[in-house]
């Protein structure tokens, strides 16, 4: 303790190590070891937190000792601050993956002890606060991101804003969704014969400066075919889709002339890449997922851009 005290860890360390080799089943002397070999870390995070290696060693010597907490903190941090590094040192490398491989068990094996405690309450809540209570356990454990709405249009102020929308906000989904099968023929009669219902999705004016949306203008690597566009119908794919045609008359959606409904087939060709975005308008909910053609389940509950 005096080698320790007078700022000598490796002394320190050297005595601590023989004193547990003598007394094995001390738990004092083990931890005035760990307190040693500690020692040169947190010296050098006191001058320096953002001094990556200090960590990695100090999330070592936890792990080694088997302090999970104290070295999930340690991991945690190593890994945060060599994400920031670019590039990685080569030597960093199998060091921080593994310092990431520890972190994700950990956040892993607390998610599944949260949940577990959480799961009788689960039967008591409505489907909101299930999906909210599971978002934020996971969020807080690093285990998934929260996103958020970003309109780059027409911002409605206070609507709440949600990732998905709970199906009970949508008592049709169950009436549109009886016609899966229907929709999708009309679909595939499409796809092999689009003619001219198919066209670019993105359609940018002459002029427009160059976006994240660029790539994709004018083509057909995302298409579209519409049987209502910005309050119009298109009366050629309507007379193609007529099971498609008569879901979309029984749904109770907004009618504003120049502006809604849009319905739309959303096709993508494969290997297609469409940038994360959220959309124009909060004001407008999109149903859906683009999937691909051969694994196209309307019914499923993912994406239905129609």
């Known amino acids: 303790m005096a ?21 094995p089943a001390s738990g004092v002397l083990q931890r005035n070891l760990a307190s040693a070999w500690r020692a040169p870390c947190d010296a050098a995070l006191a001058t320096d937190r953002r001094d990556v290696i200090a ?3 100090k999330a070592e010597r936890h792990e080694a000792l088997e302090e999970k907490g104290a070295a999930l903190a340690a991991w945690s941090a190593a890994v ?4 920031q ?16 491989a520890f972190v994700g068990g950990a956040a892993e094996t607390m998610f599944a002890a949260v949940t577990d405690a959480l799961s009788p309450l689960r039967s008591t809540l409505p489907e909101t606060e299930v999906r909210r209570g599971d ?8 285990c998934r991101q929260v996103y958020c709405n970003e309109c780059a249009g027409v ?14 906000h949508f008592p049709w989904m169950t009436a549109i969704e009886a016609q899966t099968n229907a929709i999708r023929a009309e679909l595939l009669a499409l796809v092999d014969d689009p003619g001219e219902a198919l066209r670019p999705y993105v359609r940018m004016e002459a002029g427009t400066p160059d976006t994240i949306w ?13 049987p209502w566009e910005y309050g119009e119908p298109n009366q050629p794919v309507l007379d193609r889709c007529p099971a498609t045609a008569a879901a979309l008359a029984a749904v109770p959606g907004a009618r504003i002339p120049g502006r809604a409904p849009s319905a739309f087939f959303s096709m993508l060709k494969p290997r297609t890449r469409i940038p994360p975005h959220t959309g124009v308008t909060n004001t407008r909910a999109p149903v859906g997922n683009h999937r691909p053609l051969a694994d196209f389940p309307l019914g499923e509950g993912g994406r239905k851009d129609i």
């Open 135 to 142: 978002a934020f356990v996971a969020s807080a454990l690093g």
């Open 155 to 168: 911002c409605y102020p206070f609507l709440p804003g949600d990732e998905f929308f709970d199906r009970q």
């Open 55 to 57: 960590w990695i060693r």
């Open 214 to 226: 660029a790539p994709l203008d004018g083509q057909l690597d995302w298409g579209a075919c519409f």
């Open 80 to 83: 945060a601050l060599g994400q």
């Open 85 to 100: 590094l670019d590039p990685l040192p080569t030597p960093l490398a199998p060091l921080l993956a593994h310092g990431q």
């Open 3 to 23: 080698a320790l005290e007078a700022g000598d860890p490796a002394a320190a360390t050297m005595h601590f190590a023989a004193a547990v080799a003598a007394d």
